[in-house]
């Protein structure tokens, strides 16, 4: 069972960890409207029309919408794994899908979406550290963020994961729409395989038991 299906039994929804929400606003001018960036390890939940926007490598990002409540969230995680591998507990959390998906939803909830409507699109994924082509991390992360939403009975309505590129997303919460672009310049691709790979160094110390290990 999930964090959130735990926590639910008890009435109590997960918390974000502390610094878990994104706080990069500015103006977007591709799209003529405020807008929040999302950096790895962090979520936006919002019921008003301001753009939701992340650029990804092997990190996925699950846009989820209720468009009838007008409620929508994004989230950028770096690794598969549920936060209980994390021996330091959950500070940092939230770069691990589990419970940044579980956060995700449990702050639309909060935010006055309904379960039943809930819609997903999920995107990420790429194979563009090749220095840890053996860990796999692109394929892991979205292989577990489309089992994690079938569990959970959240429709998948539009992906986009794995390849080769790089990718900015763009989340339109009014209407749930999601814009995808590739990155297909040197300057794009090494400037995320380098913020990528040293966040991963940073991260982990070690691989074994099929898991990394923080």
Same mark, same amino acid.
Request: charged content about 25%; hydrophobic content about 50%; glycine content about 12%.
């Given at each position: 069972m999930t964090i959130t299906g735990l926590l639910q039994e008890k009435g109590k929804p997960p918390a974000a960890a502390p610094g878990a929400v994104a706080t990069h606003h500015y103006f977007d001018r591709d799209f003529d409207c405020t807008a929040v960036k999302l950096l790895p390890a962090e979520y936006y939940v919002t019921d008003a029309g301001v753009l939701l926007t992340t650029v &990804?490598?092997?990190? %996925? =990002?699950a846009c989820i919408t209720d468009v009838e409540a007008g409620v929508a969230g994004m989230n950028h995680f770096m690794l598969p794994d549920d936060a209980e591998a994390d021996p330091r507990g959950q500070v940092e959390s939230m770069r691990y899908g589990?419970? $940044? *998906?579980? %956060? &995700?939803? =449990?702050? *639309? &909830? !909060? =935010?006055? $979406? !309904? !379960?039943?409507r809930l819609k997903a699109k999920v995107f990420g994924g790429a194979a563009v550290l090749a220095n840890m082509t053996m860990l796999n991390i692109g394929g892991r992360n979205a292989d577990f963020v489309l089992r994690y939403l079938e569990r959970q009975r959240i429709a998948v309505v539009a992906q986009d994961l794995r390849g080769l590129h790089a990718r900015r997303v763009c989340l339109l919460p009014a209407s749930g729409k999601a814009v995808v672009r590739k990155l297909r310049s040197q300057v794009d691709i090494q400037a995320v395989q380098r913020d990528e790979g040293e966040l991963l160094r940073r991260w982990s110390a070690a691989y074994g038991n099929g898991k990394l290990i923080a």
């Open positions: &990804l490598g092997s990190c %996925v =990002a589990g419970y $940044a *998906m579980d %956060v &995700l939803i =449990a702050e *639309m &909830l !909060r =935010a006055g $979406a !309904r !379960r039943d």
